[in-house]
């Protein structure tokens, strides 16, 4: 099955600060890849996702970028905020969705 | 609010013994996934449901079982608990049989073995 490795495991930034976030997976099927944001006591949330058929997506200070190639992809978080402390999970998925073990990001005032 | 309602949110309970966690997906969503978030660690996919029938299966353990309901909620029953079973467990919900669909996630419900 689909096998992700993330990384770093932790992350602490300067606000204003941007914060890079890589992960690789193993199955070449996979087609859709998602990042996900957990903050303490919650779910994870959603915050920005790309398909195979795509390089590159932005949205506000996040963007995601994809190397299928390499079967590599990344999240870019420009302008660090307190507020983006959290822990961020990278995911692959054909056909069940499989999680990088999540990366906690800090981001010091 | 993502919509998914988990229950209960919190459950204490002993060695040897059998618990039920309830999921209520997202309104009109037809899959159900049950992921296990032990300390520190990452979302470890245990098993989907779509509209009632078993469609993939991770590293869920034979003392644990799920199923689906018609009205589309979910339990998954873990038995025999073990210290190690002391995890945040989180159900998902997604619209189609998945792969390439984003999920949905309940708050979790936070397990401890004692």
């Known amino acids: 099955g689909e096998n992700v490795e993330q990384h770093p495991s932790t992350l602490s930034v300067q606000e204003g600060d941007s914060a890079v976030i890589k992960c690789t997976y193993s199955d070449s099927a996979s087609n859709y890849f998602p990042w996900y944001k957990q903050e303490l006591g919650k779910g994870p949330q959603l915050i920005i996702d790309i398909r195979s058929n795509v390089g590159e997506k932005k949205d506000q200070r996040i963007a995601v970028t994809l190397n299928k190639t390499a079967k590599h992809f990344s999240l870019h978080i420009t302008e660090t905020q307190p507020e983006d402390s959290a822990v961020y999970f990278c995911a692959a998925s054909m056909s069940d969705m499989r999680f990088g073990a999540g990366t906690r990001l800090t981001v010091k005032p | 609010d993502s919509g998914v309602t988990q229950t209960p949110k919190h459950l204490i309970t002993a060695t040897g013994q059998r618990v039920t966690l309830r999921c209520s997906p997202r309104?009109?969503?037809?899959?159900v996934y049950w992921y296990q978030q032990s300390l520190d660690q990452g979302l470890q996919f245990l098993i989907q449901y779509y509209n009632g029938e078993e469609r993939a299966k991770g590293n869920i353990l034979e003392r644990f079982s799920a199923q689906q309901f018609p009205d589309l909620h979910s339990e998954l029953n873990l038995s025999s608990l073990e210290l190690g079973d002391s995890a945040l467990y989180f159900c998902?919900?997604?619209?189609?049989?998945?792969?390439?669909?984003?999920?949905?996630f309940g708050s979790g419900t936070q397990l401890s073995v004692l």
């Open positions: 998902a919900s997604s619209f189609d049989r998945g792969g390439g669909e984003k999920l949905f």
């Open positions: 309104s009109g969503d037809l899959s």
